[in-house]
Each structure stands twice: as C-alpha cells, then as structure tokens.
C-alpha cells in the first residue's frame, strides 16, 4: 500500500545543532506541507512544495528549510537548532480530492 | 493570507449528547472546509470536508454546516461515544490550490 513516513519519529538534540527529519511519500503527490503541533497552537504551517524545486514558506518558517529534488522525498532541516522548535513535527501530502494524508509524526526535543 | 480561529478549545458531553464546534474564517476566497480528528498518539485524518458550493453535509453521526456570508462553519456530532473522544482541527483553503491552515483545536471528552 501507497503511504508517507518520516524519520526518525524521536529525536533529542542539544542547541546549536543541525537537525533533519526526513518525509517519504509513495503515491507520487506533488503537493507535500511540514506541520508542526504544539499545545494551545494546534497545527502550523512550516513550509510546502508543489512539485520539484518548488519551496515555499508558510506561517512559522523562520530557522526551517526545506529541499524537493524529487516528487517522493519532501526533508526538513533545522540549520541551528533551537529550545523553541521542541515540537511535534508532521509531513503531509495531499491527494487529488484535496485530502491531506499525515505521517505519524517525529518528537524533536531541543536541550 | 487565511486566518482560521476554533472554539472551543476543550469541550466535556456525556455520552449520548451532542457535540458542536464552530470555526470561523477570514479570507473570502476559501472555498475548502475540512475536520481532521486526531486520537492520542495519533496523526490527524481527514473525517468530514465541505465546499464553499453547499451549505451543508452529513457522514452518518457528523455533520458540517457552512455560513460564506458570516464565514463561518460548525462540526455537529450527534450521538456522542467514548470513541469519539479526540482532538478535532477545522481548517480552511482555496480548493487544491492553496495550503490548509488549521484552526488552534478542539478537545472533546465524552464521558461515560
């Protein structure tokens, strides 16, 4: 069966860091979003791409980055990673009805 | 750009009532209304959608109401279960164009 997973689901790092979470589709979506969930903030748009060499920014990019260098693999890097950005981070893609289908999710904690 | 605000933000029923979440909209152009319920643990999926051309539509015990002219549009959930307990998200966009930016959610509790 076609789905999306991201790597890794757990992940503690120290300030400073470089860090990057992984997303894979395999139902060959073009349009695919970073969200990242916090309490009281509920979902929020990070960056997203069209298609290949398409990134955009979205609500909350600011110390994100994203890369499409082809249509499965959507990953983002944090260049320097911040106490702020501990978060769960989630990948989407969106089908043809309009649907957007979410991975499971990756637990970042930033020390 | 699109600006989504739920409320509220935890809601408590018994099991049996109903349940009723109100979501309202700021861009005009929207016309793409889905809910994503999300369990413990779990990642958000899709449970109900609707398009800025009906005003209303029914799954079985959800229903989604639309009102473009107030923009704003409610999740009803009739018949209340345990299982229904989750986070619910509205989210608004322009129909497979545009990036969905999701209301802040919604707790619901139903209690035995």
Known sequence: DAEITQSPRHKITETGRQVTLACHQTWNHNNMFWYRQDLGHGLRLIHY???????????????YSVSRSNTEDLPLTLESAASSQTSVYFCASRGATGELFFGEGSRLTVL | GENVEQHPSTLSVQEGDSAVIKCTYSDSASNYFPWYKQELGKRPQLIIDIRSNVGEKKDQRIAVTLNKTAKHFSLHITETQPEDSAVYFCAGALYNTDKLIFGTGTRLQVFP
């Open chain 1, 49 to 63: 791409s069209y298609g290949v060499h398409d990134t955009n920014k979205g609500e909350v990019s600011d110390g």
